[in-house]
């Protein structure tokens, strides 16, 4: 059971819904492979429905080492360029 919300599968099942968030601020505690995973998951499905904002919900986490948040935001620009 998932235990956050999936922008991808609300972006299916609403596609008329503009939409911002939804990366899970705990992959990026992780380590890289993680943060790609959980980039790979969301920006694909919502680059292709359109009207959607990536970013995280909330602030970002005490245990996101720099290193891991600067991976994570440069891997968004490279995967979020149209």
């Known amino acids: 059971m998932k235990t956050y919300m999936d ?3 609300i972006g299916r099942q609403s ?3 503009r939409m911002w968030g939804g990366i899970d601020k705990r992959a990026l505690a992780r380590d890289v492979r993680a943060i790609d995973n959980e980039l790979q998951r969301v920006i694909p499905a919502m680059q292709r429905r359109g009207g959607y904002a990536a970013c995280l919900d909330h602030a970002i986490p005490s245990d996101v080492s ?3 948040h600067r991976y994570y935001i440069q891997r968004l620009k490279e995967l979020s360029t149209f």
Do not use: K, S
Request: without cysteine.
């Open 7 to 9: 922008v991808a599968q």
């Open 15 to 17: 596609p008329a819904l």
């Open 66 to 68: 720099l290193e891991n």
